[in-house]
Nanobody
Framework: QVQLVESGGGLVQAGGSLRLSCAAS????????MGWFRQAPGKEREFVAE????????IYADSVKGRFTISRDNAKNTVYLQMDSLKPEDTGVYYC????????????WGQGTQVTVSS
């Protein structure tokens, strides 16, 4: 069982930056691939980024490439999402999630943190 708690959301002007954190419980954190998703009002949840258990491999949605950076600190059981050059279309609730392998679905989800980017 893995419990995930996001933090770091807030209100920021377009062009600004935010760093989201996701703290995970459990001693097997490093065995999980960690992902970030977001859901804008009236839209479906969409993939943002994912990082491998070791942190050596990352995947990004085209919409955030070059602006967002996913990282993790396995000693702290935490995954981060550094968001730079934010745009109003980045507004939404951001969720972190964990899965055992790239071929499986996400088994664990956090409660989400709101990010609002004003124009």
């Amino acid at each position: 069982q893995v419990q995930l708690v996001e933090s770091g959301g807030g209100l920021v002007q377009a062009g600004g930056s935010l760093r989201l954190s996701c703290a995970a419980s459990g001693r097997t954190f490093r065995s999980y691939r960690m992902g970030w998703f977001r859901q804008a009002p009236g839209k479906e949840r969409e993939f943002v980024a994912e990082i491998s258990g070791s942190g050596g491999s990352t995947i990004y949605a085209d919409s955030v490439k070059g602006r967002f950076t996913i990282s993790r600190d396995n000693a702290k059981n935490t995954v981060y999402l550094q968001m730079d050059s934010l745009k109003p279309e980045d507004t939404g609730v951001y969720y972190c999630a964990a899965r055992a392998a790239i071929t499986t679905g996400y088994d664990y989800w956090g409660q989400g943190t709101q990010v609002t980017v004003s124009s």
